[in-house]
């Protein structure tokens, strides 16, 4: 079992950048590979960025590859998504996820979300 609790949402300007964090609970959170989703308004939930355990591989949307940058700190327990040149579009809640399965669906383990929201 893993609790996940999402931090640093927030309101930005276009072009800005915002970066969130994801505090993950219990003693093995390295063994987990890591994901960020997000969901807007009207929309399904989509596929943001993941990286498995050791962080030695990444895998990002088309949509934000270039401009997003997921990272993790095992002896932390948190797994971070720096977000560059953000666009409107962007707007939307961001959720972090852990499963076992490197991939890009059906997660296990779902944060409650944080809000970001990219004004034009």
């Known amino acids: 079992q893993v609790q996940l609790v999402e931090f640093g949402g927030g309101l930005v300007q276009a072009g800005g950048s915002l970066r969130l964090s994801c505090a993950a609970s219990?003693?093995?959170?390295?063994?987990?590979?890591m994901g960020w989703f997000r969901q807007a308004p009207g929309k399904e939930r989509e596929f943001v960025a993941a990286?498995?355990?050791?962080?030695?591989?990444?895998d990002y949307a088309d949509s934000v590859k270039g401009r997003f940058t997921i990272s993790r700190d095992n002896a932390k327990n948190t797994v971070n998504l720096q977000m560059d040149s953000l666009k409107p579009e962007d707007t939307a809640v961001y959720y972090c996820?852990?499963?076992?399965?490197?991939?890009?669906?059906?997660?296990?383990?779902w944060g409650r979300g944080t809000q970001v929201t990219v004004s034009s």
């Open positions: 996820a852990a499963d076992r399965t490197y991939g890009r669906g059906d997660y296990d383990y």
């Open positions: 219990g003693r093995t959170f390295s063994v987990y590979v």
């Open positions: 990286i498995n355990w050791s962080g030695s591989s990444t």
